[in-house]
């Protein structure tokens, strides 16, 4: 015989541990925190920047359930117009871009249901700023919002939270945690490139003299110093010119350069390393070394279906069971970020594509000059069939031609024969 435990024996056996966002050394008595390393670090900010873009200009829509395969697109229900702007002050894409910009660097992210003037709305709250808190393990059964004025308790219903894996906790393990060795690496090789410039002798190179050669009197070193800094230092007559070197003296290069320090390589494989962490290929991110028109193609679709995918669902699943549940009880309501608009290809790999899936000619004649900005035409708001295309149950299909026999004449030679009689 089976045992089944229930939930209020499942969720007593444990309290919530939750801990604050951690902070990144990078140094000795240097440590950042997230948000420090987002505005600090170019590769952290580039990569976050632009997963958060990409999703935030995907559409989020709003569907209604009318059957298995059928579905009607939502404009006025509470839902659909909480979707399409989330508050009086912030627009769709806004919002997006600072829900994204939070789980991508905190793994997690909260919004505050609040009453507007136009009904419902969500708020972002800063991550930083909130705590679960509860006795339940299983989810928070409020969160304490912390400011500069004060704190106060909100309770877990009024919260819309998103969050990813966080082992005991409950409140997800951002991906920087896993790039705290990178990032420090990063922040030493800079500091010591730059020490190097900054300190380092500041001479482009050196006149070698052989022993071999005569013994210089004080006076003419002096005297060879002085025309030497005349002439090719500076702004002088002959800068970036070609100097006359005599008693087989040589010019010795003894400047770093950013490429003897790895400068490029360094950025590079950092930039390469977050990426990386977070699911994104190089090429995407400005890493070209490897890059052909045919792979960024490829790489393009792969960001929507492998990257970006699961985090798409992700929002949509917990805007359904948070939000949508609340607001309509039939529960046939459902977000979707258009992500087809994304995949599309180019404006002639689509009308090839419809074509073949429909048949025949799409559009007017006025359809395609309304796309191009002209004018209608009369009799151009009829679809134009070819003669060799019909449908099932067509009630006047065009007769084909006879074929010929092998009697037959083509037309130019019985018109001969017809003019020779």
């Known amino acids: 015989m089976g045992f089944v435990a229930t939930e209020s024996g499942v969720q007593a056996l444990s309290k919530p541990t939750f801990t604050a966002p951690a902070r990144v050394v990078l ?27 990409n999703i935030a200009q995907i559409g989020l829509h709003v569907f209604k359930r009318e059957g298995d395969e059928d579905r009607k697109r939502e404009h ?7 979707i399409a702007q989330p508050n009086p002050w912030s627009t769709q894409y806004r919002w997006l871009e600072r829900m994204a910009i939070d789980y991508l660097l905190y793994d997690c992210s909260y919004q505050q ?7 419902l709305g969500l708020i972002r709250l800063p991550p930083p700023m909130m705590t679960p808190k509860g006795d339940n393990w299983l989810y ?3 969160f304490e919002f912390r400011g500069t004025k004060g704190k106060r308790e909100i309770p877990a219903e009024q919260v819309v939270y998103f969050r990813g894996y966080g082992g005991t906790d409950d409140v997800g393990m951002s991906p920087i945690e896993a790039l705290r060795q990178i990032l420090r690496e990063d922040y030493s090789g800079s500091e010591m490139r730059e020490q190097i410039m900054r300190n380092g002798a500041r ?12 013994k210089w009197t004080e006076t003419a070193k002096q005297g060879f110093k002085a025309d030497w800094q005349a002439q090719y230092a500076g702004s002088g007559p002959q800068a970036g010119g070609t100097p006359i070197l005599e008693d087989d003296m040589k010019y010795v290069k003894a400047a770093q350069t950013a490429k003897e320090l ?12 977050v990426a990386t962490q977070y699911w994104v290929s190089p090429p995407m991110v400005g890493i070209l070394d490897h890059a052909t028109f045919s792979n960024i193609t490829e790489l393009h679709q792969m960001l929507y279906q492998d990257t970006l995918g699961p985090w798409l669902e992700m929002i949509e699943q917990d805007l359904d069971l948070q939000v949508a549940q609340e607001l309509d009880t ?5 977000c979707e970020f258009n992500i087809q608009s994304k995949l599309k290809g180019a404006l002639e790999q689509q009308a090839q594509a419809y074509q073949t899936s429909v048949g025949g000619p799409w559009l007017t004649i006025n359809e395609a000059r309304a796309r191009q900005n002209l004018p209608p035409v009369d009799g151009g708001d009829e679809l134009i069939r070819p003669l060799n295309v019909t449908q099932n149950g067509d009630q006047e299909p065009v007769p084909a031609e006879p074929a010929m026999t092998p009697t037959d004449k083509p037309p130019a030679e019985q018109q001969d024969d017809e003019e020779d009689q």
């Open 27 to 53: 140094a000795a008595g240097l440590s950042m925190d997230y948000l420090a390393l987002y505005k600090a670090q170019p590769s952290v900010r580039m990569v976050i920047g632009f997963l958060a873009r």
């Open 76 to 82: 006025d229900h509470p839902f659909a117009k909480l």
């Open 113 to 119: 249901k609040v009453k507007t003037s136009e009904g």
């Open 140 to 142: 928070p059964e409020y």
């Open 203 to 214: 001479m482009s190179g050196y006149l070698e003299r052989p022993s071999t050669a005569p």
């Open 262 to 273: 790895q400068y490029v390589e360094g950025r590079k494989l950092t930039r390469e390393e």
């Open 330 to 334: 039939s529960r046939k309501l459902y």
